[in-house]
């Protein structure tokens, strides 16, 4: 038997951790547990003996995942220049709602492993993806997950003060992010800095204003969505190409709400869900029992300031069945 048992809990703690590092770094799962299966494979390749060397498997497995989503994210920028319309993280449902109402409950079941915190809000995604791949490597893994500089310099080939310094690039950019809005600290971050635009609202109001939004959708009430709506609001939708959506993101409250109003006209029969999206209030839109939109919002403490729409079937796989 290795060292280290791949059977045991340790194998299973250290799945989880990566898998939560991984999608943070990469906003997708998909990619995430790819990253992750591909260190393992890594780690599997190695002769026992060399295995049976290294002192912490679970330093060693963290610095393979993180280079290779350093890779990830350095070739997803030039795929993205070709991606239809916007690029917008995969959104992830409250784990009792994974499929089929919850996970098979499992050590590999995906909804048990990643954890829905603030770190994982869909604005606070969108932020990181303004970040270089370095930059998004040395923050996430510091402000979030509180790993020394010393460990992040293996991951990202620089050395431990060039990574403070990609961490402290990185927490400008979420706190000029904030501007617009009231916004808690940097998940992770004992000091209390300002993480992304909206993302202070607190739970119960989000949920409010969500809910409002809905019924304002749902009757087609513009001058209600409008009032629910900052008069800077945006509105980003992501397709993929794969389905139809708009292309750019839509600002201002007048138009946004306009766009909703089209929606619910040509879209007869379409039911909304409030759901938790990435562990904050949102809605799940459903044509014929499925799954056809997944929206996230942000939200200041009397408005929605920011709506992410994600159709692209592709990034809705753990939704489609209800």
């Known amino acids: 038997m290795d060292v280290w048992d791949p059977g045991g809990a340790v194998l299973v703690?250290?799945?989880?951790?990566?898998?939560?590092?991984?999608?943070?770094?990469?906003?997708?799962?998909?990619?995430?547990?790819?990253?992750?299966?591909?260190?393992?494979?890594?780690?599997?390749?190695?002769?026992?003996?060399?295995?049976?060397?290294?002192?912490?498997?679970?330093?060693?497995?963290?610095?393979?995942?993180?280079?290779?989503?350093?890779d990830v994210l350095g070739s997803a920028r030039a795929r993205r220049e070709k991606y239809v319309g916007a690029w917008l993280p995969e959104p992830l449902p409250d784990r009792t709602e994974w499929g089929r109402g919850g996970g098979s409950g499992g050590p590999d079941d995906p909804a048990d492993r990643v954890v829905l915190d603030d770190s994982v809000n869909m604005a606070f995604l969108v932020v990181l993806e303004t970040m270089t791949p370095a930059e998004r490597v040395a923050f996430v893994l510091h402000d979030v997950f509180r790993y020394p500089f010393a460990e992040i310099a293996a991951v990202v080939g620089r050395t431990p003060a060039a990574c403070r310094q990609l961490a402290a690039s990185g927490r400008r950019r979420v706190r000029g992010a904030s501007a617009a809005g009231s916004a808690p600290g940097t998940?992770?971050?004992?000091?209390?800095?300002?993480?992304?635009?909206?993302?202070?609202?607190?739970?119960?109001?989000q949920a409010r204003l969500v809910r409002e939004f809905k019924v304002a959708w749902e009757a087609a009430d513009v001058s209600a969505l409008v009032a629910l709506l900052d008069p800077d609001a945006v509105m980003t939708a992501d397709g993929g190409g794969l389905v139809g959506t708009v292309l750019r993101p839509v600002a201002g409250s007048g138009p946004i709400a306009q766009y909703v109003r089209a929606i619910a006209d040509k879209a007869p029969g379409l039911v909304l869900l409030e759901r938790q999206v990435n562990g904050r209030p949102g809605l799940v839109a459903q044509h014929g029992g499925m799954t056809a939109t997944v929206a996230?919002?942000?939200?200041?403490?009397?408005?929605?300031?920011?709506?992410?729409?994600?159709?692209?079937?592709?990034?809705?796989?753990?939704?489609l069945t209800p």
């Open 13 to 70: 703690a250290e799945r989880r951790q990566l898998t939560n590092v991984a999608y943070r770094l990469l906003g997708s799962l998909t990619e995430a547990e790819d990253a992750v299966q591909e260190a393992y494979a890594r780690w599997y390749a190695m002769p026992a003996a060399r295995r049976a060397a290294i002192g912490s498997p679970g330093a060693w497995l963290t610095t393979v995942a993180g280079r290779i989503c350093l």
């Open 187 to 205: 998940p992770g971050d004992p000091a209390g800095r300002t993480g992304p635009r909206g993302a202070g609202g607190a739970v119960a109001e």
């Open 296 to 319: 996230a919002f942000a939200v200041t403490d009397t408005h929605i300031t920011d709506i992410w729409v994600i159709r692209n079937p592709a990034k809705l796989g753990p939704w």
